[in-house]
């Protein structure tokens, strides 16, 4: 009896999950966004948000969230972008921002990166930066970086000398 509900368990979390992102990408790519994005924001900021990034994280190391990720993308550079901002600068304060940056640092090695880098440097720019950055210094030490930076050498130099004119400079070296 319990393996059969172990193993039941098992099943419905998968189903659950692939249902879960079907609907995901189906509210992306329609009009009804600004209301998705709307409820997401209004979970992140509630007690389900631990549990949501978890689920999330796992689910961005599934090659079905490349395809959601390069909507997110497209999102981002439109006029949803600030609601999204502003659910990433609540994100970045909690501590499972470190594991969900990893596992982006592992997307970043995927052809859709220049996609991505453009959305990245303008994040850099916005005045949560001293949120942001200590976290994205963490994660910039990480071996998968020193390919990263090898191809967009330009850009990191440009970022690197933006920030390094910013007031936690100290935090910075001392991370560095």
């Known amino acids: ?24 990408l189906h509210l992306l790519r329609h009009s009804v966004r600004h209301w998705y994005l709307r409820t997401l924001m209004h979970l992140l900021m509630h007690s389900l948000m631990p549990r949501y990034l978890l689920t999330l994280m796992r689910s961005l190391t599934h090659s079905s969230m490349l ?18 901002l502003r659910i990433l600068k609540h994100l970045l304060k909690r501590s499972l ?19 991505y880098l453009p959305i990245l440097r ?12 200590p976290i994205l210094m963490h ?20 970022i690197h000398s933006h920030l390094l004119k910013r007031s936690w400079k100290p935090t910075y070296l001392l991370i560095r």
């Open 1 to 24: 009896m319990h393996l059969y509900l172990l193993t039941h368990w098992r099943w419905l979390r998968h189903f659950v999950k692939r249902l879960y992102l079907r609907i995901r």
């Open 97 to 115: 921002m470190l594991t969900y940056l990893l596992i982006r640092s592992h997307l970043l090695k995927r052809s859709w990166t220049r996609t």
């Open 67 to 84: 395809k959601c990720w390069l909507i997110q993308m497209h999102l981002l550079r439109h006029s949803l972008r600030q609601m999204y």
């Open 139 to 158: 994660w910039l030490r990480r071996s998968v970086t020193r390919t990263y930076l090898l191809t967009h050498s330009h850009l990191y130099l440009r």
């Open 122 to 133: 303008r994040w850099l720019m916005h005045s949560w930066k001293p949120t942001y950055l």
